[in-house]
Nanobody
Framework: VQLQASGGGEVQAGGSLRVSCAAS????????VGWFRQAPGKQREGVSC?????????SYIDSVKGRFTTSRDDAENTVYLQMNNLKPEDTAVYYC??????????????????WGQGTQVTVSS
């Protein structure tokens, strides 16, 4: 599975962006997809996860709950991260990752086998 993230950009605080993760390869629907981000000088952190197509459960870190929504369109082999009410602290490179994480690893890099390149999101105050 190959993943490609896109859709980043620069917005003002309070604005919205939607980043996309397009997948190629077989059985994409079988994989959970996580979104991670890495701000300058900080460790990469897991932001959200959506389960495989068979369950589609979602999970978010507290700092984005109520503002970010992840969804998947398996007909298009694409996962989305809709980001609303963006804050300057959301500024980071955003990565998508695919795999079969267990509950304890849904927001850890080791839970995912496939990674896309990042897309930059910049939120200005």
């Amino acid at each position: 599975v190959q993943l490609q993230a896109s859709g980043g950009g620069e917005v003002q605080a309070g604005g919205s962006l939607r980043v996309s993760c397009a997948a190629s390869g077989d059985r994409f629907a079988d994989y959970a997809v996580g979104w991670f981000r890495q701000a300058p000088g900080k460790q990469r952190e897991g932001v959200s996860c959506i389960g495989a197509a068979s369950n589609g459960n979602t999970s978010y870190i507290d700092s984005v709950k109520g503002r970010f929504t992840t969804s998947r369109d398996d007909a298009e082999n694409t996962v989305y991260l809709q980001m609303n009410n963006l804050k300057p602290e959301d500024t980071a490179v955003y990565y998508c990752a695919g795999g079969r994480p267990i509950t304890s690893t849904i927001r850890t890099e080791g839970g995912y086998a496939y990674w896309g390149q990042g897309t930059q999101v910049t939120v200005s105050s």
